[in-house]
């Protein structure tokens, strides 16, 4: 399938929507598999989080017809399971992200695509597909909203990601092309999202409100409710209104198979904000600092790109949750050797460490725009004078089958045997329904 360079957005999301199963680049939908692996491992992790226990009271005492699975808990109406879902899921902050536009796209989007598809009785391979084009609209809607949206305080997750999800779920429910654009109208006056959130429970909640949005969208599409016809470029509608600098082409390349954008997909392998993740391989990946005592090191200087200033730059993290967001805390456990991809060490004790809070002091942040979202880099003084420049670039592709690996000792790390179970059983889809993934993760009730 073809676009021209010219077309409208919503045309261009609208034709994604539709596109063709054979057509969907191999590579990328191998990626979206993985995706979805490492998103019900981060799911299940997280079930007895404090924002999970929320939010499944919430849809508890709402009731509903039952139709859709809730990790850790009882199914519910599809809506309500995709913002339980999206929000557990990214209650541990351990979920993929697409640095092109800055949005965690398994954790918005899945959940909708999932819940439709048990609603639907789609297959797990059919979610999947529905996956792979709501997380490419995402992409290319938050990169014709642009640095300038996320940088006046809007969380791309919650906001470009809940386009994502109504693609998904209205892929799934059968939306036409007129209904599909309806859908996306109504979403552009529902999806909502602010960084302001972050550190709180609130980040992740957005998460979950991007899979319901999607959802509720699709659905309401399916009944016949009516929107604007251009809810995304049109007058006043969602770019216009929530960018002061859209780049009104930058979403509109076409997408050929080797150009899905999808296929520069990161996913995380230490539990904290991804911004810190270049910091931090940039220490472990040094035989001078890794190991060493903090005493050792007389000042840090960290380089990254101005943007994390405003997200991961927490001087005095409160709570294990805030720790995931400080540079300087989590470059004194790289430097010692803690085990930044184990999310149990992230509490409320490790934000009052005294180590970490008098090794903080020697850290200094600050931003240089000549490097990407995806670079950091360091300059450590120890003790003895002895300088070292050190630096690191996550946009290096690791090999797939390396990929898979770590992600599934990060499902182990996570669950435990039933890490490996998970992937087990759905590393290969054939045969596999949409009930079939949902019963997995509804099967640990709390």
């Known amino acids: 399938m073809k676009y021209a360079r010219e077309g409208s957005l919503i045309d261009m999301v609208v034709a994604l929507a539709a596109f063709p199963r054979t057509a969907l680049p191999d590579r990328a939908r191998r990626l979206a598999g993985l995706s979805l692996l490492d998103w019900m491992a981060c799911g299940l992790a997280a079930v007895d989080e404090p924002l999970a226990i929320k939010l499944r009271r919430l849809i508890g005492d709402e009731a509903g017809r039952g139709v859709a699975s809730v990790l850790g808990g009882r199914a519910a109406p599809a809506r309500a399971a995709a913002l339980v879902n999206g929000a557990t899921s990214h209650a541990l902050d351990y979920d993929d992200t697409h640095f092109a536009h800055i949005g965690h796209l398994s954790v918005g989007i899945y959940p909708a695509a999932l819940a439709a598809g048990e609603e639907r009785g789609a297959t797990a391979t059919q979610v999947v597909d529905a996956f792979l084009l709501g997380a490419e609209s995402a992409i290319r809607i938050g990169l014709v909203l642009g640095s300038a949206h996320y940088n006046l305080g809007f969380h791309q997750t919650a906001t470009a990601g809940a386009f994502g999800a109504t693609v998904a779920a209205g892929r799934l429910y059968g939306l036409d092309e007129g209904q599909m654009r309806a859908a996306l109208g109504l979403c552009a006056t529902r999806a909502s999202g602010l960084k302001s959130q972050f550190g709180t429970m609130g980040k992740p909640y957005n998460a979950g ?33 929530h960018s002061p600098k859209p780049d009104a082409s930058a979403g509109l ?159 182990e790390a996570l669950l435990g045997t039933a890490g490996q179970t998970l992937w087990q059983r759905f590393e290969d889809l054939d045969g596999v329904t949409a009930r079939d993934l949902g019963a997995f993760l509804g099967s640990r009730e709390s």
């Not at 599409?221 to 969602?238: E, H, K, N, R």
């Open 209 to 241: 409100i991007a899979a319901s949005n999607g959802v509720e969208c699709a659905a309401l599409a399916a009944l016949g409710m009516s929107s604007a016809d251009d809810g995304l470029m049109g007058v006043q509608g969602f770019v216009p209104t």
């Open 253 to 411: 390349m076409p997408p050929p198979e080797e150009a899905f954008l999808f296929g520069d997909n990161k996913y995380k392998l230490h539990a904290c904000c991804h911004g810190t993740h270049a910091m931090i391989e940039a220490i472990i990946g040094s035989e001078d600092l890794k190991g060493s005592d903090l005493g050792n090191v007389a000042g840090l200087e960290v380089r990254a790109n101005p943007r994390w200033l405003r997200v991961c730059d927490l001087k005095t993290p409160r709570t294990g949750l805030e720790v995931k967001f400080s540079y300087a805390w989590l470059a004194g456990m790289a430097i010692r050797g803690d085990r930044t991809g184990d999310d149990g060490i992230y509490t409320n004790e490790t934000a009052s460490d005294t180590a970490l809070a008098d090794f903080a002091g020697k850290v200094t942040v600050t931003g240089d725009d000549r490097l990407s979202d995806m670079q950091a880099g360091l300059t450590v003084t120890l003790r003895d004078g002895t300088r070292l420049e050190l630096a690191h670039d996550l946009d290096a592709v690791l090999p797939e089958q390396m990929l898979a690996d770590k992600l599934r000792n990060k499902a």
